[in-house]
């Protein structure tokens, strides 16, 4: 038998995770809180919370390696695991900066990475000092769990703050100010444990009511100069953190600069057209680099975009008769806002990629 | 639930099968008669002789459709199958005629598809009589049964024929002229239930030991009218056996001509490189055919080479170092003469993909 990866999460990242090790001679184990998880149909799951650390003791028994496919993995666990004799990377302290929007922020800073302005609140006087600070429009999130757009609110007059506190109050929050960008891309990063780094070409990002639509890359009209900020933002963040695997940053561009929005210590959505779309994909080079592999050619395949399903798939043969268009089916049950699949198209050029994005029954 | 695909044979080509079809949201299930079958890692498994019908109606049993990855699947397996109201695709009556390199040769004949002269050897006068008919250099081959080299012996000269009939005598034979071919290539074909047919760009094989050692595609310097040749012998197979998924038959080239030597009525070994070479793949082509859905494009990604790793794996990390370089670990035990796996290479144009196939530390 090859090597066992424990995987925490049995999600669709863990699902394509899988199929990327398969072939490499990989064997997968999940943990995950739901029977029906998409992992399961690629290796052993293990049915238990996230934070059960006797359940992830069990899915890291002799794996050469333990890695996560979700920002949420409570650090704890992740740390028992170490203290058990565990590898497990990326490093969790990735997870404790990842978990937390103000610790994150101020990371950035403090590597010289430019961010929206931010302040952190911690009760309703200091949501009045940090609007003071900032200036609306401002977004008010909490610190700690949100996704996919779930637990903000923008405000943009005073009168906003009332709502938004009742709704949101009594946790720990971060008040951001809003950025009027032009767009939003993501740069996806990975590193080997020999400190080896490639960086995939930035990726455009459009979100709608909170949730990643469209991903297409390499981003259109992308100057040199963005791509190697970029980069240099990403080597900065996985070398302070020793970080080993693929990290992905969303930043919002605004004229040339970027500024730093979040960053995701896993496989990431914005990486999913480089499974057809680069010469390694982002699932392959994370095993590649948390295995202590050789990382693999980063480079582009033509052009490329990725469109979410959300809620339902679309009709699988008219996906299909587009010409390089591929399906993925998670075999997750249909749910309004539910991820359930994705479609990547390639293209050998732009023009023919428009093209083929306008054959889509689902809206791009 | 996804559909389910049941394949008879759980071997490399089935495991490859799955990798295909698991993001498109199949399930499969295998019958082997080895429980080390490296396509159990994607499916439940049921080991079973392929001749065992019961067996086969288990793995069946609802699965919206059956079919194969081994040419040696007895096709009253297939059609009891068919007979319980499977469908399975390609139609058994491939199987009949892959078996059989008489009826394989005389329908190539019969659709106008050239071939090395042939003729059946029923006992030893036999022998002489197609000596006579053929003239040496020829090959004497079982007509069911042989592969990868084997059940075959080399005539050369008059007095060899003693010791191959000793050897191969007693069975079916076919004695084959030995043709002075400049190359070996293949062409890979897809038919789907509409009758819809592509093909991939010719592949150029090259043996050892009678065993595939690398395929480069595209085929290099293969004149246009060479491909559509290619193209037209595996349309009339195609349309023929009213055939249904991934063909490929294997030439001789000549100068300008094509002699079709045999053909396989399932993916095939020398269509690998298709996994990162083409925009779609021969696994999920055969997949999207018999399932009745769309075909995806057969165009090449750039130039691509295979090479099959024989007895035991190369270094990983060395081939992993390679740009462009992707490793398929069968997860097979080592075992002399034993496909355990293959590498992948592919590149911008030739003179790169040569320059990488060089580092390869395997001998391509």
Same mark, same amino acid.
Request: proline share 7%; with cysteine; net charge negative.
């Given at each position: 038998?090859?090597?066992?990866?424990?995987?925490?999460?049995?999600?669709?990242?863990?699902?394509?995770?899988?199929?990327?090790?398969?072939?490499?001679?990989?064997?997968?184990?999940?943990?995950?809180?739901?029977?029906?998880?998409?992992?399961?149909?690629?290796?052993?799951?293990?049915?238990?919370?996230?934070?059960?650390?006797?359940?992830?003791?069990?899915?890291?028994?002799?794996?050469?390696?333990?890695?996560?496919?979700?920002?949420?993995?409570?650090?704890?666990?992740?740390?028992?695991?170490?203290?058990?004799?565990?590898?497990?990377?990326?490093?969790?302290?990735?997870?404790?900066?990842?978990?937390?929007?103000? !610790?994150?922020?101020?990371?950035?800073?403090?590597?010289?990475?430019?961010?929206? /302005?931010?302040?952190?609140?911690?009760?309703?006087?200091?949501?009045?000092?940090?609007?003071?600070?900032? /200036?609306?429009?401002?977004?008010?999130?909490?610190?700690?769990?949100?996704?996919?757009?779930?637990?903000?609110?923008?405000?943009?007059?005073?009168?906003?703050?009332?709502?938004?506190?009742?709704?949101?109050?009594?946790?720990?929050?971060?008040?951001?100010?809003?950025?009027?960008?032009?767009?939003?891309?993501?740069?996806?990063?990975?590193?080997?444990?020999?400190?080896?780094?490639?960086?995939?070409?930035?990726?455009?990002?459009?979100?709608?009511?909170?949730?990643?639509?469209?991903?297409?890359?390499?981003?259109?009209?992308?100057?040199?100069?963005?791509?190697?900020?970029?980069?240099?933002?990403?080597?900065?963040?996985?070398?302070?953190?020793?970080?080993?695997?693929?990290? !992905?940053?969303?930043?919002?561009?605004?004229?040339?600069?970027?500024?730093?929005?979040?960053?995701?210590?896993?496989?990431?959505?914005?990486?999913?057209?480089?499974?057809?779309?680069?010469?390694?994909?982002?699932?392959?080079?994370?095993?590649?680099?948390?295995?202590?592999?050789?990382?693999?050619?980063?480079?582009?395949?033509?052009?490329?975009?990725?469109?979410?399903?959300?809620?339902?798939?679309?009709?699988?043969? !008219?996906?299909?008769?587009?010409?390089?268009?591929?399906?993925?089916?998670?075999?997750?049950?249909?749910?309004?806002?539910?991820?359930?699949?994705?479609?990547?198209?390639?293209?050998?050029?732009?023009?023919?990629?428009?093209?083929?994005?306008?054959?889509?029954?689902?809206?791009?």
């Amino acid at each position: 038998m090859g090597d066992v990866v424990a995987v925490l999460g049995g999600g669709q990242l863990g699902r394509m995770l899988a199929l990327a090790g398969v072939p490499l001679g990989l064997g997968f184990r999940f943990l995950d809180p739901t029977a029906e998880a998409p992992a399961g149909a690629l290796g052993p799951l293990v049915v238990g919370e996230l934070g059960d650390t006797e359940a992830a003791a069990r899915v890291a028994d002799g794996a050469a390696v333990v890695t996560y496919e979700w920002e949420g993995v409570p650090a704890d666990t992740a740390r028992s695991l170490e203290s058990r004799g565990a590898t497990v990377l990326p490093p969790p302290g990735a997870l404790d900066v990842a978990q937390d929007r103000v !610790a994150e922020k101020t990371l950035f800073r403090r590597l010289g990475i430019a961010t929206p /302005d931010f302040a952190p609140v911690d009760d309703r006087a200091g949501l009045d000092d940090a609007v003071h600070a900032i /200036d609306l429009p401002a977004v008010l999130k909490t610190r700690r769990g949100g996704y996919d757009g779930k637990g903000q609110r923008v405000l943009t007059k005073s009168g906003d703050l009332g709502d938004a506190w009742r709704e949101l109050g009594g946790r720990p929050l971060i008040l951001e100010q809003l950025v009027p960008f032009e767009r939003e891309v993501s740069v996806l990063a990975v590193r080997g444990r020999d400190g080896a780094t490639a960086y995939w070409p930035l990726v455009e990002n459009e979100h709608r009511d909170g949730i990643l639509r469209t991903s297409r890359a390499p981003a259109a009209g992308a100057a040199e100069g963005t791509q190697a900020t970029a980069e240099t933002y990403a080597e900065r963040v996985l070398d302070e953190l020793d970080y080993v695997g693929v990290l !992905a940053i969303e930043l919002f561009q605004v004229g040339p600069d970027l500024l730093a929005n979040e960053l995701a210590p896993r496989v990431h959505n914005s990486g999913h057209w480089t499974i057809e779309g680069a010469v390694t994909s982002q699932f392959e080079n994370h095993l590649r680099a948390i295995l202590g592999w050789p990382l693999g050619s980063t480079a582009p395949v033509g052009a490329s975009a990725m469109v979410n399903c959300i809620g339902a798939l679309p009709d699988r043969a !008219a996906v299909l008769a587009i010409p390089g268009a591929h399906f993925h089916d998670y075999q997750k049950a249909p749910r309004p806002g539910r991820k359930v699949g994705h479609v990547s198209v390639t293209a050998p050029d732009d023009g023919t990629l428009a093209e083929r994005l306008a054959m889509l029954p689902v809206s791009p």
